[in-house]
Nanobody, 121 residues
């Protein structure tokens, strides 16, 4: 049974940084996708960043150059380093795991955490 638990959210001023973490427990088959999604005040959930079992990373255009996704396999942890934060980055951030594919689509992910709130003012 796969469980994902996010941490690291909070409130920051524009231009600040946060580092989100997601602890992954349980077995995930290879190939896999690990991703971060966010849901803003408009209730629309969008993919922010993803990494696959080959280490390939992808980002939505609005965060390229500011956010970095990484994984620590020894600690079964997924991270999202967020720099130069903007008010439009505000939202609930979710960690997700899936069985592989493009890693860009929400329906490719079958396991989800409960989210961690990020507020940028």
């Amino acid at each position: 049974h796969v469980q994902l638990v996010e941490s690291g959210g909070g409130s920051v001023q524009a231009g600040g940084s946060l580092r989100l973490s997601c602890t992954v427990s349980g077995d995930i088959d290879i190939p896999y996708c690990l991703g971060w999604f966010r849901q803003g005040p408009d209730e629309v959930r969008e993919g922010v960043a993803a990494i696959d079992s080959d280490g390939y990373t992808s980002y939505t255009d609005s965060v390229k150059g500011r956010f970095t996704i990484s994984q620590d396999n020894a600690k079964n942890t997924l991270h999202l380093q967020m720099n130069s934060l903007k008010p439009e980055d505000t939202g609930m951030y979710y960690c997700a795991a899936g069985g592989g594919g493009t890693c860009r689509e929400e329906d490719e992910y079958s396991h989800w955490g409960r989210g961690t709130q990020v507020t940028v003012s």
